[in-house]
């Protein structure tokens, strides 16, 4: 089954605690992306990587870094996490396609940081 | 600075009734798709529009795509509790790459 898996699904942490949201895809797709959910501001987008070694900012890159090393796996890590990244996290992987391409997202990561 | 407004934030109706979400910006994209996100899971696709003015139906889903390439509505004909859920609209600037995604429009249809 085509899918875009991530763990853990449910974390709480402290602040300052360095932390990695793993996200893997089967689909062998180049191009993979973050993004945060928060009420009130919508999706938006952490960082993406158009393919293994190349990775560049999104919309709200502080506090994240991510590493791209083989095309399946794309890891968001957060050295150190503070409460202000609280959020629901979603890993994407992309399909080319005519125009806009379609986005494959994962099941999501709910981040607490106490 | 969010690009795309969707409205209306909720709604809230009843089985069988008809609706409308729209989907607005004063920016033009080279094209735009709406996803529907269910509690719980992450987003998934519906449908994709390309062409301006184009109109792309999906079972009792119809997706327009507005002239100019800056707005889109959603119409969903008699609603279906299956149909609860958060409808995101994204559209793809042709300046540049990453989606730009609308805050959503939180659908619930009680039976």
């Known amino acids: 089954e085509a899918q875009v898996t991530q763990n853990p699904r449910y974390l709480i942490t402290v602040t300052g605690k360095k932390l990695t949201v793993t996200c893997s895809q089967n689909?062998?797709?180049?191009?993979m992306s973050w993004y945060r959910q928060d009420p009130g501001l919508g999706l938006r987008q952490i960082y993406y990587?158009?393919?293994?070694?190349?990775?560049d900012k999104g919309d709200v890159p502080e506090g994240y870094k991510v590493s791209r090393k083989e095309k399946r796996n794309f890891p968001l890590i957060l050295e150190s996490p503070s409460p202000n990244q609280t959020s629901l996290y979603f890993c994407?992987?992309?399909?080319?396609?005519?125009?806009?391409?379609?986005?494959?997202f994962g099941p999501g990561t709910r981040l607490t940081v106490l | 600075t969010q690009l795309l407004e969707q409205s209306p934030q909720f709604l809230s109706i009843q089985e069988g009734e008809n609706l409308t979400v729209y989907c607005n910006s004063s920016?033009?994209?080279?094209?735009l798709q709406w996803y529907r996100q269910e509690p719980g899971e992450g987003p998934v696709l519906l449908v994709t529009?390309?062409?301006?003015?184009e109109v792309k139906k999906l079972k009792r889903l119809t997706f327009q795509f507005g002239d100019a390439r800056k707005d889109s509505s959603l119409h969903i004909t008699a609603a279906q509790p299956g149909d609860t859920g958060l409808y995101l609209c994204a559209g793809l600037l042709y300046s540049g790459y990453a989606l730009n995604f609308g805050k959503g429009t939180s659908l619930l249809v009680t039976p």
């Open positions: 994407a992987s992309e399909r080319p396609g005519q125009g806009i391409n379609e986005q494959f």
């Open positions: 529009v390309v062409t301006g003015g």
């Open positions: 990587s158009m393919n293994v070694e190349v990775t």
């Open positions: 689909m062998n797709h180049e191009y």
């Open positions: 920016s033009v994209f080279s094209s």
